[in-house]
């Protein structure tokens, strides 16, 4: 098994900056992609940022310039630095991995971390 541990959520005011971390535990040789996505309130989950194992990182438009995604190999865990947050990326937001085994490959999901921000 595989356990996905988020951290860092809160609530900031709009223009304010979080970190969100993400560590993987368990039943791993080696993880591929790791990403964060994000869900509001009547929204679908949406595809936040996503960083592959050897570091090209693509990121959602609305985040671009804003956040930045990383990870620590040695460590299993991606990070997710949020600056100039506006009112629109309040959600809760969940990170995802892409984690390989002896014989098997699957997606695994964290528990979500609440992210508010206020105007």
């Known amino acids: 098994q595989v356990q996905l541990v988020e951290s860092g959520g809160g609530l900031v005011q709009a223009g304010g900056s979080l970190r969100l971390s993400c560590a993987a535990s368990?039943?791993?040789?080696?993880?591929?992609?790791m990403g964060w996505y994000r869900q509001a309130p009547g929204k679908q989950r949406e595809l936040v940022a996503i960083?592959?194992?050897?570091?090209?990182?693509n990121y959602a438009d609305s985040v671009k310039g804003r956040f930045t995604i990383s990870r620590d190999n040695a460590k299993n865990t991606v990070y997710l630095q949020m600056n100039s947050l506006k009112p629109e990326d309040t959600a809760v937001y969940y990170c995802?991995?892409?984690?390989?085994?002896?014989?098997?490959?699957?997606?695994?999901w964290g528990q979500g971390t609440q992210v508010t921000v206020s105007s």
């Open positions: 995802n991995a892409d984690v390989s085994w002896v014989r098997s490959r699957d997606v695994h």
């Open positions: 368990g039943r791993i040789f080696s993880i591929n992609a």
């Open positions: 960083i592959t194992s050897g570091g090209p990182t």
